[in-house]
């Protein structure tokens, strides 16, 4: 696993676009319209800067991976946030949803636990190597390196067939939310 550097951006926002082209979570926010596809884009590009920002990116050693961490207690409101988060509403969720996103954003972090989170915010592998160990890989290094900082490892889903996967490393649901489909969030121990 490598931290990636902010000129790996364009690389990792392909990798999470593709990743989560029909993923219900983030089609929630997202208006599906003629721009949907630049709209993706720039949720991926938001989801790297925040992250990059108030947390840590990685790619997997063939750089076929990402992983997006967000520590929520180092989250500050800055000048560039606040540019970030007005960029995000007009070029991704769009006015109309704003409302939507904020009551889910709350909601979502009422469930979080109350002790420091290496929050997984995004993993996804290339679509053309799916399916071959990379994801399970970076996966196992995130883990230790979030239970080398001594913070809980957690994440939601709203993929089904994912649940098992994350079961299988040690991962369990303690929460779900219906928000017109379901939203599992999960944690290691």
Not at 9 to 22: H, T
Not at 40 to 66: I, P, T
Not at 139 to 161: D, F, H, M, P, Y
Request: aromatic residues 12%; contains cysteine; charged residues 30%.
């Amino acid at each position: 696993m490598i931290k990636a550097t902010y000129s790996d951006r364009p690389l990792v926002v392909n990798i999470l676009k593709a990743s989560f082209d029909n993923n219900k979570s983030v089609n929630y926010l997202i208006p599906q319209d003629d721009k949907r596809d630049k709209r993706l884009r720039r949720f991926m590009e938001y989801s790297f800067d925040v992250c990059y920002s108030f947390g840590e990116v990685y790619l997997s050693d063939d750089r076929k991976a990402c992983a997006l961490i967000l520590f929520p207690d180092r989250k500050r409101t800055t000048p560039k946030s606040i540019l970030w988060d007005i960029t995000f509403i007009l070029r991704s969720i769009g006015l109309a949803n704003v409302s939507k996103a904020l009551n889910r954003e709350s909601q979502i972090k009422s469930r979080h636990p109350k002790e420091p989170l290496y929050y997984l915010w995004f993993i996804g592998v290339d679509v053309e190597v799916q399916n071959n160990g990379i994801g399970s890989k970076l996966l196992v290094e995130v883990i230790a390196k979030g239970e080398a900082q001594n913070r809980v490892v957690c994440l939601e889903t709203s993929t089904l067939k994912n649940i098992p996967w994350y079961e299988k490393f040690g991962f369990t649901i303690y929460d779900e939310l219906d928000l017109g489909y379901l939203l599992f969030f999960l944690k290691r121990g």
